[in-house]
């Protein structure tokens, strides 16, 4: 197949380039662009050139599965410097995005016109990355750095108004894109010689400078465990200090130190990962799924309310129900309130505010069901309280609903018996805050019908979620690791680690919050309850909650919060406590180094990960990655327990977790028959290329 066409309409040539799905510039791509070029360039009956696009975008911009391998020429920068030295203009036709390379690409353009709804970026800096094909050096010339460095520092992409009013974009047109462009490119051929983005400097003056470094200076302090942020600096400062050319190189050689970082590495393994997450095997999105037009939510908790607004913020009418007049209000009032905040903020309007708001109705009674297309049940987590209102949905829903859990641990065979019609009941287990958190696991029982999974995950897109789906279990994949990780942080503190201690090295690590300062805000009660119903127990957590220590919420929990503060300080007392309990259980205690500890943390949950992975709850390493960081905060830098395993070595994982097995006299640490044959034949995670179970 073509991957760029040729073709002529009166003096403009147009290259419309055809590499679906999303125009990424591969290797095959880039060298067609330039036969395309040359011959525009050679045909004297040509005077100017388009570049446009088939598809929905413009161009993602690089092939990110070529990154790492070795360079195929025409590299970009070739390419890049080919339009920019054309005699002939270059006008770009974007549509859809103009992403990475491909807003590179744009930039040598010397003209651009652009789409209504386009989206232009450069996102770079989400793949540890920085822009290596002149991102850096013709973006401030187009537009000054003071606006370039944060959009590329971001790397969230504007809209083609905005492109336009930094006058990135020449020209916004409605209607024929393409004919604007011929009609651009002909106008700057009538003028003579193009100029060139590497030539402007109008752009950077003493001002333009002075912004950035004050920009610069904020984010180096900001910028944490990532290298690529004071790399973007340094390229970015090239347009003030170096000539065109050589800004050009220094950007490209950082680019490229980049690239090889294991920091990058595990972005664009996440980033691959998550979009295979959402394919099952078997299970076809585009077809048999059922029309969502019209949901319920059953609970305006916090869960429930945060879900609704999801449905609000896609534009899905739903109604949100609840069985008192004054929890209803309560709910509502939350919702209203947390879209309120969006507004002071300034990230919603008032006008999409009340839209949003006009989507939701809040009712009384489960009969306000009667006419969704799905009803997602947020209500009390326990068994008993599910089954009723699945029992009575049953009843009540129309033929063909899909009826959800929104449950994070129960089992949802058990709760589809509640009903005649298994095969709509499904788990969607969100993630709070729901309107926030990317997370939707999926949770497909035996029973359910494959085209109400397809509809879920498709559901899921449009709801700005990435959805996995996952098998059912206990915890799912989620929950059941962090329950791993929960008994691991509570054998810490008996072995002798204190709670700001486990904390910390989480946080070291690159976590948000560690363990406890969690456990504290999300309330202790609620694993103390978790446990009671499974008749498990913790010493230390429980003699915390007896003593009413629920964390946040009741002033202390594994850290003092006087005065309402939100920032937990170390307690005498719960440190005493500890101390008691690792004495009573006959346990000398021993100081133990971040390293250490992150071990102990971590490790129990990839042995989970491999057993996850051997049931088939998981279909891939990277389902339980995608999960862990879209939803649990893992650093997505890190790429997830699994992708992190294979950097430790699975070796070292077994033998550290046979000592905690051997330790610990707990013989569900010992090392998973998955990760033991894996290690046996000297592989990783990475090459289990399809599903084990
Ligand atoms: N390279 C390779 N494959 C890409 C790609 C890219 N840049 N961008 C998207 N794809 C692939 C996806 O893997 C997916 O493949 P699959 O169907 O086999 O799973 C397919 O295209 C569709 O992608 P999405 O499922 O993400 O489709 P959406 O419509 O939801 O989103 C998108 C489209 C907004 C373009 C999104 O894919 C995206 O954000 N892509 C990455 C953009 C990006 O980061 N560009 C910068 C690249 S780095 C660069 O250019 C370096 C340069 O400076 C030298």
Not at 67 to 86: C, H, N, Q, Y
Not at 120 to 130: A, R, T, V
Not at 423 to 443: C, R
Not at 662 to 690: I, N, Q, Y
Request: proline share 5%; hydrophobic share 45%.
């Amino acid at each position: 197949m073509e991957t760029v066409r040729l073709s002529q309409r009166g003096s403009v040539a147009i290259a419309t380039i055809d590499n679906p799905p999303v125009n990424a510039l591969s290797a095959s791509l880039r060298a067609a662009l330039v036969d395309a070029l040359s011959r525009a360039a050679a045909d004297p009956a040509v005077e100017a050139i388009v570049i446009a696009a088939a598809g929905r975008a413009f161009i993602a911009g690089a092939d990110i599965s070529e990154f790492g391998r070795p360079p195929v020429e025409p590299t970009l920068p070739d390419v890049l410097a080919i339009i920019e030295g054309s005699a002939k203009p270059v006008v770009a036709a974007i549509q859809g995005v103009a992403l990475g390379g491909g807003l590179e690409l744009a930039l040598a353009c010397h003209g651009r016109v652009a789409a209504p709804g386009a989206k232009l970026g450069l996102p770079e800096i989400k793949l540890g990355i920085i822009p290596g094909a002149g991102g850096t050096q013709r973006l401030p010339r187009v537009i000054g750095a003071a606006k370039a460095f944060p959009m590329m520092l971001g790397g969230e992409p504007i809209s083609a108004e905005k492109a336009a009013a930094f006058g990135l974009a020449d020209r916004i047109v409605e209607g024929d894109l393409v004919a604007a462009a011929i009609a651009l490119a002909q106008e700057l051929a009538a003028k003579g010689a193009p100029v060139k983005t590497a030539e402007r400097a109008d752009m950077l003056t003493q001002s333009d400078r002075e912004t950035f470094e004050v920009l610069a200076r904020d984010a180096a302090a900001r910028s944490g465990d990532m290298p690529n942020a004071l790399a973007l600096i340094e390229a970015v400062r090239g347009v003030f200090t170096l000539p065109f050319g050589e800004g050009l190189a220094a950007e490209r050689a950082l680019f490229l130190k980049l690239v090889a970082d294991d920091r990058s590495k595990a972005l664009r393994y996440a980033f691959f990962a998550e979009r295979e997450a959402a394919k099952v095997p078997g299970i076809d999105e585009g077809k048999a799924a059922r029309q969502i037009k019209q949901a319920a939510v059953i609970g305006a908790g916090t869960m429930g309310g945060g879900i609704a607004m999801c449905f609000a913020n896609a534009g899905i009418p739903v109604t949100v129900i609840e069985t008192t007049q004054e929890q209803l209000d309560k709910g509502y009032a939350r919702i209203r309130d947390t879209y309120g905040f969006s507004v002071k903020r300034g990230s919603l309007t008032e006008a999409a505010r009340d839209q949003r708001m006009a989507l939701i109705t809040p009712k009384l009674g489960l009969e306000a069901a009667a006419e969704a297309d799905i009803v997602i049940e947020a209500a009390f987590e326990e068994m008993s309280v599910k089954q009723e209102i699945f029992g009575a949905l049953d009843g009540i829903a129309k033929q063909g609903a899909i009826l959800a859990s929104n449950t994070s641990y129960l089992d949802l065979a058990t709760i589809a018996m509640a009903t005649k019609r298994p095969q709509d009941v499904i788990g969607t287990h969100f993630f709070s805050p729901a309107n926030v958190m990317k997370l939707l696991e999926i949770v497909r029982p035996a029973g359910v019908a494959d085209d109400a999974v397809a509809t879920a995950i498709s559901l899921g897109r449009r709801l700005g979620k990435v959805p996995v789906v996952v098998g059912n279990c206990f915890g799912f994949v989620g929950n059941r690791m962090l329950e791993q990780r929960t008994r691991a942080a509570e054998r810490l503190l008996i072995a002798g680690a204190l709670p700001h201690e486990v904390d910390a090295a989480l946080t070291g690590f690159g976590f948000k919050m560690g363990p406890f300062a969690m456990s504290d805000l999300a309330g202790n009660d609620i694993g103390w309850r978790t446990r009671k119903s499974r008749g498990r127990t913790a010493a230390v957590a429980d003699a915390i909650c007896e003593r009413g220590w629920f964390g946040q919420k009741t002033g202390r929990g594994y850290y003092l919060y006087p005065d309402g503060a939100r920032a937990g300080q170390r307690d005498p007392e719960v440190e005493a406590l500890i101390a008691q309990v690792s004495k009573e259980q006959g346990v000398e205690r021993r100081a133990m180094k971040p390293d250490e500890i992150l071990a102990r943390l971590l490790d129990p949950m990839v042995n989970e990960g491999a057993k996850i992975l051997a049931e088939g709850i998981a279909a891939r390493p990277g389902d339980i990655d995608t999960i862990w960081i879209n939803g649990y905060n893992w650093p997505a830098w890190r790429g997830g327990p699994m992708h992190w395993a294979d950097s430790v070595g699975l070796d070292v994982i077994v033998e550290r977790l046979e000592g905690l097995a051997a330790e610990s006299g707990d013989a569900t640490l010992e090392p998973a028959p998955l990760l033991r044959k894996l290690t046996a034949e000297r592989k990783g995670f990475a090459d289990l290329k399809a599903r084990v179970a």
